[in-house]
């Protein structure tokens, strides 16, 4: 079971808003500073790392605010209730493991062999990216944030009801860790919108389906996960 279940920010008044949860996030890129600005946005206080060390994130924190802060990457999985994994995947084994085992943890990954080197298991499709990471971290691990595009993700957050809201898909194995994960989504101004369990779930929002990178409403992306 996941360690925390929380209500959602959404819900609740600016004050809990702003001490609902710790979030550390593990890479710097385009997605995981986009997610660093949103969560901080609506008032979570948020550790960021990268792999060159909190100095080099000097100008990010100073941009995010007085609810960010800069950490190693051991750090940040120490300091979040809940931890974004948002590294190339072919690096998830540089991941610290430990700090991690049964927390609820986002892994925005995806797998390009291109990028990442051929991995045989993910080429056969015998498993998926995120089954391996959660083996490697123990963690109740929910897939998210893989399938927007990072600019959507910074830029088209609509209020609940719009009728332009973007939905984002998740999946996992863990009920609770896929709750924690949805109400983060809708905090930030985006629909959920679960497509199943890690494996078969993971598989309908990877590189190459049809929700990947698409820009549509939860009441589409529901009919296309029910048709598959």
């Not at 072919?90 to 990954?109: F, M, N, Q, S, W």
């Not at 009801?161 to 101004?189: K, Q, T, W, Y």
């Amino acid at each position: 079971m996941a360690r925390i279940v929380r209500v959602s920010a959404e819900r609740a008044p600016p004050r809990e808003r702003r001490n609902a949860m710790r979030i550390g996030i593990i890479g710097a890129g385009k997605i995981g500073t986009a997610l660093a600005k949103q969560f901080t946005r609506v008032g979570y206080d948020v550790a960021v790392s990268n792999s060159r060390g909190p100095e080099t994130l000097a100008g990010l924190v100073e941009e995010l605010g007085d609810r960010a802060r800069a950490m190693t990457a051991e750090e940040a999985a120490e300091y979040g209730e809940v931890v974004v994994i948002s590294i190339p995947y072919g690096r998830y084994r540089e991941v610290p493991a430990a700090p991690l085992r049964d927390k609820v943890v986002i892994d925005t990954c995806n797998y390009y062999p291109e990028r990442d080197g051929h991995d045989p298991e993910l080429d056969n499709d015998d498993t998926t990216s995120s089954e391996k990471i959660r083996a490697h971290t123990g963690a109740n691990l929910v897939k998210a944030f893989n399938a927007i595009y990072w600019e959507n993700l910074r830029d088209r957050n609509r209020p609940k009801g719009a009728p332009d809201r973007l939905a984002i898909p998740l999946s996992g194995s863990d009920e609770d860790a896929r709750a924690v994960v949805a109400a983060l989504i809708r905090d930030i101004g985006f629909d959920p919108v679960e497509a199943g369990n890690l494996g078969q779930g993971g598989r309908k929002h990877q590189p190459g389906t049809e929700v990947y990178g698409a820009e549509i409403p939860a009441e589409r992306m529901s009919e296309i996960f029910r048709a598959s």
